[in-house]
């Protein structure tokens, strides 16, 4: 099996929603359309042409990105697909201008993302 990772690689609606699916056991948003488009970058990874592994880049136009939605299908987990995306989306935002790259993650993720070169910080977060 190779893996290959594609910087933007604008996947459909269906292939986000069938990778969601597995990841998260959900439907996700009802169109990553809008959401790509206003991405400063987002990586998928792909077996071939399926897509089996996506994160996303916001930002607020300046210098903050926020990594988001850092996502594997379940039968490709554990194999290092997660920690290229975030590396592959940490060196294109950077080169894109971004000079600080945030993420929230829940505590049993800890540990991947310090793995990944983040350290923790303090941050604030209202439910809406």
Same mark, same amino acid.
């Given at each position: 099996?190779?893996? *290959?990772?594609?910087t933007?690689p604008?996947? *459909? /609606?269906?292939?986000? !929603?069938?990778l %969601?699916? *597995?990841?998260w056991g959900?439907?996700g948003p009802?169109? %990553?359309?809008?959401?790509? @488009?206003?991405?400063?970058?987002h990586?998928? $990874?792909?077996?071939?042409e399926?897509? #089996?592994?996506? #994160?996303?880049?916001? %930002? /607020?136009?300046?210098?903050?990105?926020?990594l988001? /939605?850092? *996502? #594997?299908?379940?039968?490709?987990? !554990?194999?290092g697909? @997660?920690? !290229?995306?975030v590396?592959? $989306?940490t060196?294109?935002?950077r080169?894109?201008?971004?000079? %600080?790259?945030h993420v929230?993650f829940?505590?049993?993720? $800890?540990?991947?993302?310090? @793995?990944?070169?983040f350290r @923790?910080?303090e $941050?604030?977060?209202?439910?809406?």
């Open positions: 099996m190779t893996i *290959s990772l594609r933007d604008f996947p *459909s /609606d269906d292939a986000l !929603r069938a %969601w699916r *597995s990841a959900d439907e009802a169109t %990553w359309q809008t959401v790509l @488009a206003r991405s400063l970058v990586v998928g $990874a792909y077996e071939g399926q897509l #089996v592994g996506y #994160v996303n880049v916001a %930002w /607020d136009g300046g210098i903050h990105a926020f988001l /939605d850092t *996502s #594997v299908h379940r039968d490709f987990q !554990r194999q697909i @997660a920690t !290229r995306l590396k592959a $989306a060196e294109a935002a080169a894109r201008g971004a000079q %600080w790259l929230d829940e505590p049993h993720l $800890a540990g991947f993302y310090r @793995a990944c070169g @923790a910080t $941050a604030g977060l209202i439910g809406l």
